[in-house]
């Protein structure tokens, strides 16, 4: 599977953005749906992922009550709508897919930079 990730770019600090993620190839059994990030000089974290359309949606603490997770099935793309957006959310946003049996996501997009501004 092939992941496109977008939507990234500059914003002020209470700003939005909608990043979005679009799947291509082996997309037919796909279990999760995630989003990830890495800020400069930190390891890559999770941030919120998906499962069987929609029955489980978890976040990490940080950005629970200002992020969202959604899925448009019908064009294999899932979205990260990011409300009052904090300098400290800055990193570089990755989508990625994990397939049923697996532990792990794999199948990680190019990412997309998000940059929040104080």
């Known amino acids: 599977v092939q992941l496109q990730a977008s939507g990234g770019g500059l914003v002020q600090a209470g700003g939005s953005l909608r990043l979005s993620c679009v799947a291509s190839?082996?997309?037919?059994?796909?279990?999760?749906r995630g989003w990830f990030r890495q800020a400069p000089g930190k390891e890559r974290e999770f941030v919120a992922e998906?499962?069987?359309?929609?029955?489980?949606?978890s976040y990490t603490d940080s950005v629970k009550g200002r992020f969202t997770i959604s899925r448009d099935r019908a064009k294999n793309t899932w979205f990260l709508q990011m409300n009052s957006l904090k300098p400290e959310d800055t990193a570089v946003y990755y989508c990625?897919?994990?397939?049923?049996?697996?532990?792990?996501?794999?199948?990680w997009g190019q990412g997309t930079l998000v940059t929040v501004s104080s």
């Open positions: 990625a897919v994990r397939f049923p049996g697996v532990s792990e996501y794999g199948s």
């Open positions: 190839g082996r997309t037919v059994g796909i279990y999760a």
């Open positions: 998906i499962i069987s359309n929609g029955a489980v949606i």
